[in-house]
């Protein structure tokens, strides 16, 4: 009797699962290794203040509620069910993130085959800023799971009414979750007017409408404030107008810092870096676009390609101009990638067997400078990483433009001959690295078009291109596995915030009002039983700070100066301090006659010595 072969489909889903298991790892790893920061922070505190009952969201004199409630909201009752501090956050962000993968993997399955549904997961696990990016409690997991449920229940050309009824109410929540991502629902529902008809389309539109509007009213009128900056002046005076803020009111000047073009370039390029397979998969996608309908496998894929391409750019477009257009946050872009890149991996996967075999020689050459352009900008995004290993590299020592005996390094070079200094060294060595990659790439695309694959006939723009997308895929976990850890993430991030919540716990009552310089999160004070009283403007550090201004407006809507500053300093209970942000001021300001200093922590993070907490307490 012949044994019966394995089946295919048993070794796919073998292979996935087993991707699946080592992303798992890596969200795990991530979750108990990733510093905790100020956005971080942020989400966590105020929306356990919210979940309690302490305060509500948009509350004038409480928190500033700068982003939609929900992304506050969720995290927040994640703490008050399971209990506050950052264990349970960070354990409901690896289950997050791990949805998000079972929820592409199954929907890439159905609208790709197996094959694409275990590269999706692969993907998933050659892309390690994935991880990084969705095991913290930040709103990037809540709102990437949201979309990938949207695009399940609306892709393919297929779908039941009710499905996309509930897609378009998950678009609607994502409004409700984060603002920057509205313009989702109005895309959502012309793409399902236009593959789904008139009956879909108005279930639709009616299902998200109804979600943002009674979302609206529920923090109404406060709530508009989250649209006045986007709307044009006159708009935005009215609606500030519904939260009581008239055109006159000192709201002082926002703070920002300057950055060179150089931070912008870099903000792109690291973009690149982190999510190098999806960025390539889109300009293959594009590059290789089979024209108009007929050219497709289906109108429904070709439907669905147009609205997930649309989708992808707007976004893009949009968060792109918030971070570099803008001189506001800077160094976000890869951090907001995180929101929709999901749509970028289905855009893929769904128009992948519809793509030209061929794209036209006047193409060539753009083609040849965005490779050698990518790979310059995502080794000079690396410098920090790879810059030193690059400099220490040993060359031939010259002079005069001569070759002399012996070696040296780089460093050496570029200091005698050019006078470089040494970051400015590491940037353009890593650059010339990432360049160098580009052109043994291309290299090697064209020795094998004439070579071994002569026969084969591939045109050569096509064979370049799903090659580069090859290659994107395989490289991505060097590219950013070697990215620099600095030493304090070393320990169990976790365990060490408990332990810095139990020192604080033995020394401050609760109920108590605390004054926090403690580092950017205000994570620690969550483990004091039955919590403090807080400043709750200090919960956003410098990002809500003003200059000037009138103190009262500022406290109503959340900001503060220095003169509310120095006012909380003098009558706070206990201040807390974390080493590194102590200065020469504190000396001052916290005299011993006035103060008592009780024994100080350990330190927070490992092979930082100065990163301990002293609680001082007014006597």
Known sequence: MLKKKPDRI??????????????????????????????????????YLFATGVYRPFQPYGVWTNKAPFAFLIPGYIQAWFGPGLRPARYFGVLVGFLILLGVW????????????????WLFVFTPALSKLYSPALSQGLIALMLVGVLALSLGGDRPVWQLSLSAAFAGLIVLTRQNMVLVLPILIIYIFW??????????????IIVVILGHLYWWPEIMQLWAPWMPNKISLYLKSLYNMSENADVGVRHFFVYPASARVLSLFRTFRFQLTTLIGVMTSIFLWAGGVRN?????????????VSLFLVLFAMHAWASLGKNYCIYCLPSYFGFFSMSGIFLVVISASSWKKEISKYFYPFLILLILVIMSGVGYSAFEDMGDTLLSLQVPRMKEGRILSGSTDLMALLSNKFQYRHNVASQYASTAAGFSVGVIFLITVITLQYTLLRKKNFNLGYLTIISFLIFSFTVSPLII?????????????????????????QYIPTGSTVYWKGSNSLLPLLYIPGGVEIYPSQLNAYNNYRIDGDPDTLLRLGFWNAELDLQWKSEAEYIVVINYLYTGEWDTFLAPSQFEEFPRSTTLLENNPNSFLRIFRRK
Request: aromatic share 18%; net charge positive; charged share 25%.
């Open 481 to 505: 596995g070697n990215e620099r850890k600095p030493d304090y993430y070393q320990n169990d991030i976790i365990s060490s915030y408990e332990e810095a919540g139990n020192y604080l716990a």
């Open 106 to 121: 199954y929907t890439a399955r159905r609208l790709g085959g197996k094959i694409w549904g275990t590269a999706v997961v």
């Open 195 to 208: 593959q789904y008809g008139r009956k879909a389309g108005l279930w639709a539109f009616f299902s998200g």
């Open 296 to 308: 497709w496998k289906s109108k429904e894929k070709y439907r669905d390609s147009v609205f997930l």
């Open 10 to 47: 048993e070794k796919e889903d073998l292979v996935s699962l087993l991707g699946g298991i080592l992303y798992f790892s890596q969200l795990w790893i991530y979750a108990h290794t990733t510093l905790s920061r100020l956005d971080e922070s942020a989400y966590i505190y105020k929306g």
